[in-house]
Structures are given as structure tokens and as C-alpha cells.
């Protein structure tokens, strides 16, 4: 009997397979070795990986440019400027939390390998996402995401609080799965296939008497996704876990789950499912109003620094929903663009709170954050162009980032959302106008120390917010970027 062997384009696996790679040795090494691997090697091991996935990503993009965008394995995996870029900012991102951990975990007295193992597997499931051109790829990538992030959530096994909220995720995320997987059987029903590509071609040419099963498989879809990224109202279990995982955690899992899922979900509902975007864009169009108004609103109210970000983060998952809805080209490089510059400047937040912290990771008050910048104006100083970045002050990458998926939706007939969203960051921006404040106003508490700073994570705070700046007033790189990204998309 003859088995046929899909043709399968290496260099477009290869960030995944590296990232898996360097999982297994670091695995392995670990089952060999007479004791527990030090801190440093295990660091420096995470770090080559990730630093030889973003330069695979040069060859890969120069690769895409002169060939053309691709799939591979059987059609399940895209391989285009999206995925490239989307993976690039995922690496970045995996990098930037590897510098902070280590930092992390020499102040709480973790040794081993078991903290970059996980990350590594986690980043793998982002970017096998972000490159899924079929459902089940895309439930796969998920799937080894999120398995990766529960254990991540629980790993401070010294607070109590780290191990609820991984229960937490678990539970919500297994139906958040549950519910993906029934969306693909049904999305299947309808059209015959689960690949993206196969099922835009089939609704292209088809015209459908009875889309009652596609417009429930889409629906189901996009509440599996829409949990992911913590939209209204599937974003009771964020505040929780943010609060009870460790910083570093929370920061990577805010950065790589967003790129990787508003890729996946873009491939989705954007691109197979663009001809029925009259089941989903209605949706689309509620959930974007209340994540950002109820992310914003109940961030007015809030006491610690984590659950306030928790909620800062729904109000961006709201606006990159906005870039979503324009089902358009312009909208779909506003999204890329977003989550492109939105993940290295949430981890250089979470940093800097990974330092205010403290030893057993406990100080988030927002008195901790009273008189910082007074105290310390490098540390003070940084955290304000992070948290004025998040807010889309001009100058910074937030700003344009907010005001591109505004322009691509009020391009797209969306003038009233638009209005509506820009209501929301007013609010938003009032939430950081005052922490921002509470940085620079006299600090009352005798009891107030200075907040060491060890090098990585310092390097992570600096590039964070001397990109934000930087990127912010010389838009035209990244910009350009995720334009060109956009052009080489499939299907």
C-alpha cells in the first residue's frame, strides 16, 4: 500500500519546531542531569531559542517577499507575511518575559528548567495560531497555549492565590474549547471542510438556501475566541487570573495570547468567513462596545495594579476587535499592526510591577505606586510613558495603534462605533491620567523603599518604553510593516 506524504515547506515550520526543540532539550536535560540545571544556563537556553526563531523570521519574510505567500502541510499551514510577522512579535514577546523572569526568579528562589519549559511550549501553541490555515491546526495551537499557561498561572506554589487562578482558567477554558471544537464540527457541516482556504472557496461559489448551521458554527467560533482574548462578557475569569498568576506570567500571557488569537481569529471570520460577515459583524459590533466600556468603567474602581491592567487589557482587546469588524485589508493591518506594538509594551509593564512587587510577588496596592517616580524618576518615568502609551497619548505607538483600527472601521461605515470607542479610551485614559499622578504626587508612607532594578529586567523596562516613543513619532517601519504583511495574507 502506497501512503502519499503531504509536501512540506521546513522554513515555514521552523519557529515552531525550534521553540518545541528547545522545549525537548531543555526537558531532557533536565531528566539527566544529577541536579537541578542552574538559573543561568536555563536562561541562556530559553533566550537562543527565541533569539533563533525571531532570525528565522528574516528568512522566512525575505522567503515570502520573492516567492509569494504559500501553504504547506497539506494545506493546513499558512505561510504569508501574517504569520511571519505575527510570529516575529511572538518571539519578541517570549524573549522580553525570559529577561524578566529570570530576574523573577532569583528573588524568589525558583531553580530549574521547569519555568522556560513551559513558556516554551505555551509560545509554540501561539505560533502554530498564528499560522493555522484550519481549524483544527488552530485548536491544536490553542490547546498547547493554553495547557501551558494553566501550569504557568499555578507555578508560585507559595501563594495560594496563583493556584486558584489557574483553576479558574482551566475550568473557563475548557469549555471556551469545548465550545471552539463544537463551532468547527458545525463550520465543517456547513462547508465540507475545516480549512480555511477550501471553506472561503466553497462560500465564494456557493450560495446557501439554509446557513443555520454556518451562522451557529461561526457564532460558536467566536465565543472560543472571544474568551481567549477576554472580551465582554467572556471576561470574568481575566481580573482573577491576572491578579493571582505571577507578573511575569500575567505579562506574557497578555502579549502572546492576543497576537496569537486575533491572528487566528482574523484568518477566521475575516478571510473564510468574510462572505458571512452579515451572521457575525453585528456581534462583532456589541462585543466591541461593551469590552470597551466595561473594561474601562470597572478599571475606574479598581485598587490593585493587576487587576487594573486585567481590565486595561479587555478595554485593547475591545479596540483590536474594532480593527476586526472593518472586514477590510486597511482594518486587518490596524489589527496587526496593534498587537505588534502592543506586546513588548504590556511586558514592560508587567515588569515594572514585577519589581513593585516584591519579595512573594504580594505588592500591588496602588499606594505601592504612590510617590514612585519622586523615589525612583528612572523607574517612575518609564512606567508613566508605558501606562500613557496604553492610554494612545500622542507620540507613542498607543496612539496611532487606536487610531488606525478607528479609521479602518469608520472607513468601513462604523462612524458611530467609532464615536462610541473613542467615548470608552476618554474613560480609559482618566484610569491612567491617575495612576500616572499618583506616581509624581508626595509620598506619605515612611515605610516606602527603594524597588532594586537587576539588569534584564531593567533592559525590558528601558526597551519598552524607548520603543514606544521612539515607534510612536517614527510610525513609517512598523506602519509599512504590517501593510505589506497584510498583502501577502491567506486565503
Same mark, same amino acid.
Given at each position: ?270 478571510? $473564510? @468567513?468574510?462572505?458571512? %460577515?452579515? +451572521?457575525?459583524?453585528?456581534? *462583532?459590533?456589541?462585543?466591541? &462596545? #461593551?469590552?470597551?466600556? =466595561? ?123 467609532? $464615536? @462610541?470607542?473613542?467615548? %470608552?479610551? +476618554?474613560?480609559?485614559?482618566? *484610569?491612567?491620567?491617575?495612576? &500616572? #499622578?499618583?506616581?509624581? =504626587? ?50
Amino acid at each position: 500500500m502506497n501512503i502519499s506524504l503531504p509536501s512540506i515547506n521546513y522554513l515555514a515550520l521552523a519557529p515552531v519546531l525550534t521553540m518545541v526543540g528547545g522545549a525537548l532539550i531543555l526537558l531532557f536535560a533536565t531528566a539527566l542531569s544529577a541536579g537541578r540545571l542552574g538559573r543561568r544556563l536555563t536562561t541562556s537556553a530559553a533566550l537562543l531559542t527565541g533569539v533563533a526563531v525571531l532570525v528565522e523570521t528574516f528568512f522566512q519574510w525575505s522567503y515570502v517577499v520573492h516567492h509569494g505567500a504559500t501553504t504547506t502541510a497539506a494545506y493546513a499551514i499558512a505561510f504569508d507575511g501574517f504569520s511571519v510577522v505575527a510570529t516575529a512579535a511572538i518571539a519578541i514577546g517570549f524573549i522580553l518575559t525570559t529577561l524578566v523572569a529570570h530576574d523573577w526568579s532569583a528573588r524568589e528562589g525558583f531553580v530549574g528548567a521547569e519555568f522556560h519549559i513551559l513558556a516554551l511550549a505555551a509560545t509554540s501553541g501561539a505560533m502554530v495560531m498564528a499560522q493555522a490555515n484550519d481549524l483544527i491546526v488552530i485548536f491544536l495551537g490553542l490547546e498547547i497555549l493554553s495547557i501551558g499557561l494553566y501550569v504557568l498561572v499555578a507555578f508560585d506554589r507559595h501563594r495560594a492565590s496563583s493556584a486558584e487562578a489557574s483553576l479558574k482558567y482551566f475550568l473557563l477554558g475548557g469549555f471556551a474549547s469545548a465550545i471552539f471544537i463544537y463551532g468547527a464540527a458545525l463550520t465543517y457541516g456547513a462547508t465540507g471542510s475545516t480549512t480555511l482556504s477550501v471553506i472561503a472557496t466553497f462560500l465564494t461559489g456557493t450560495f446557501l438556501i439554509k446557513n443555520g448551521v454556518l451562522v451557529a458554527g461561526a457564532g460558536l467560533l467566536l465565543v472560543g475566541f472571544a474568551f481567549k482574548v477576554a472580551a465582554v462578557p467572556f471576561h470574568l475569569w481575566a481580573p482573577d487570573v491576572y491578579e493571582g498568576a505571577p507578573s511575569p506570567v500575567t505579562g506574557l500571557m497578555a502579549a502572546i495570547v492576543k497576537v496569537g488569537a486575533f491572528t487566528a481569529v482574523l484568518r477566521v471570520l475575516a478571510s $473564510a @468567513l468574510g462572505t458571512s %460577515a452579515y +451572521a457575525w459583524r453585528p456581534i *462583532v459590533w456589541v462585543l466591541v &462596545v #461593551l469590552t470597551t466600556f =466595561a473594561g474601562a468603567g470597572l478599571a475606574l474602581v479598581q485598587q490593585n495594579i493587576k487587576r487594573l491592567l486585567a481590565y486595561s487589557s479587555i478595554t485593547n482587546a475591545g479596540f483590536i476587535l474594532l480593527g476586526l469588524w472593518s472586514t477590510s485589508p486597511r482594518g486587518a493591518a490596524a489589527t496587526l499592526y496593534y498587537v505588534l506594538t502592543y506586546a513588548p509594551l504590556i511586558i514592560s509593564t508587567f515588569a515594572v510591577v514585577t519589581l513593585v512587587g516584591g519579595p512573594g510577588d504580594t505588592r500591588h496596592g496602588l499606594e505601592n505606586y504612590r510617590g514612585l517616580a519622586r523615589r525612583q524618576p528612572w523607574l517612575g518615568g518609564c512606567l508613566t510613558v508605558l501606562l500613557l502609551a496604553q492610554s494612545g497619548a500622542p507620540f507613542t505607538t498607543g496612539f496611532f495603534a487606536k487610531y488606525s483600527v478607528v479609521a479602518a472601521a469608520i472607513g468601513a461605515g462604523g462612524a458611530i462605533l467609532g $464615536a @462610541l470607542v473613542m467615548l %470608552a479610551a +476618554a474613560i480609559a485614559a482618566y *484610569v491612567y491620567l491617575r495612576l &500616572v #499622578l499618583a506616581l509624581y =504626587a508626595e509620598d506619605t508612607d515612611d515605610t516606602a523603599v527603594l524597588v532594586p532594578v537587576p539588569t534584564g529586567t531593567g533592559l525590558v523596562i528601558t526597551l519598552g518604553a524607548a520603543s514606544s516613543i521612539l515607534f510612536g513619532v517614527w510610525v513609517g517601519p512598523l506602519v509599512n510593516l504590517a501593510h505589506h504583511a497584510t498583502l501577502l495574507f491567506l486565503p
